[in-house]
């Protein structure tokens, strides 16, 4: 498969509702930013990213995929995958000036267009094509009901809809107001609703200090937490490693690391329970897959955060034995050509040949941005 083409987009789905926020971010949009490769057979990959749908950032990742990956890309065969995100990730110059960010998000869009296009060739799903799926039953944990721009009557209407109409047993809930708490209390009232038996996260989006996030698992050991995500700061590896020796809720972490050294950094620490690993940001599949093998050589789960709305990883997870729960945030999932589909809180096994990251043309066409 000869690369003859790298095509990059930008397309800005809308999010639940007319916006959401967390501790940290609120956004309308979600951001689909990468490339089509196009190869002299005919066949089209598909890759991206996840954005804050932030024109002139996502325009800077799309930059870098047409200025600098698509020259050292173009004759290539794309069969040559290990070989091309080495080539890409560890050219001379862009490793000067990146290594994370801009580079990295580009990286991603492009090695899983390229895995796409192996899975289309092999005419066969990304999970079967790298082996086949390990597991019958991958769980989803439902993030779109929590967060905390809902006030409290209406995300616990949100969360009896999740558990008792759509089949839901995990769910996760933003955590991060000034005043702890207002999140305790919230997290209360969630788990008075829902009973004993529904698995509750919180997610905290790396507000807090650490001083805070310790006074908050204090107050909040008695609500059964299934885990406590990006406590403090992403890369506070120190600051993470003392929280999860003096707490008796796991911490998860990950979507904000860009390297498999990043994520060694953490488990050597002790500093992480849940590995939350993200191709959006380790440079696409290849380097996940890496870090879910160290994940799995220390007995870690992983559980992958949805900066592509699960759509490639719902094939990782069922194809992965460090995986069993994958995150379910539903904003862009009808906008391709087979969607992510939860029934009764359960994944359903993609069947069409490829990654699940071919887009609609009508989504495109309708929702995509210009590239300058």
């Not at 790396?206 to 008695?222: H, M, V």
Request: proline share 5%; net charge negative; with cysteine.
């Amino acid at each position: 498969m000869k690369i003859t083409a790298v095509e990059p987009f930008i397309v800005h789905l809308p999010v639940t509702g007319s916006s959401i926020s967390d501790s940290t971010h609120n956004i309308t949009h979600w951001g689909v930013v990468g490339t089509r490769i196009v190869t002299d057979g005919g066949l089209i990959g598909y890759g991206f990213t996840g954005t804050h749908a932030h024109l002139a950032s996502d325009r800077l990742i799309t930059s870098c995929i047409s200025g600098c990956y698509a020259p050292l890309l173009l004759g290539e065969d794309a069969n040559d995958r290990t070989r091309l995100w080495t080539k890409l990730a560890r050219s001379p110059a862009l490793q000067w000036v990146g290594r994370s960010g801009i580079t990295q998000l580009a990286l991603a869009a492009v090695d899983v267009a390229l895995w796409d296009l192996a899975a289309k060739q092999a005419q066969a799903p990304l999970w079967k094509y790298l082996g086949g799926a390990r597991t019958e039953r991958l769980e989803a944990y439902n993030t779109d009901i929590g967060w905390l721009s809902y006030d409290l009557p209406t995300m616990l209407d949100l969360t009896r809809k999740a558990v008792e109409e759509d089949g839901f047993t995990r769910i996760k809930i933003k955590v991060g107001h000034a005043d702890p708490a207002v999140d305790i209390a919230r997290l209360e009232a969630v788990r008075r609703q829902v009973g004993p038996d529904v698995r509750v996260a919180v997610d905290g989006n790396g507000k807090w200090d650490l001083p805070t996030c310790k006074r908050f698992c204090a107050r909040a050991s008695e609500l059964d937490l299934f885990w406590f995500e990006e406590p403090t700061w992403y890369d506070d590896v120190g600051g993470h490693a003392q929280l999860a020796r003096s707490t008796n809720i796991p911490v998860a972490l990950g979507e904000q690391l860009y390297t498999i050294d990043a994520f060694r950094s953490f488990i050597e620490a002790g500093a992480v329970h849940y590995v939350q690993s993200d191709v959006t940001r380790l440079g696409g599949i290849t380097e996940y897959v890496q870090v879910a093998d160290l994940a799995h050589a220390h007995r870690l789960p992983v559980a992958p955060h949805a900066g592509e709305m699960s759509q490639v990883h719902v094939h990782l997870s069922y194809w992965h034995p460090a995986s069993t729960i994958l995150e379910y945030i539903p904003w862009i999932k009808d906008h391709f050509e087979e969607p992510i589909e939860v029934r009764e809180g359960v994944y359903s096994l993609p069947q069409q040949p490829g990654a699940s990251t071919t887009l609609l043309a009508d989504s495109m066409a309708y929702f995509g941005k210009s590239l300058a």
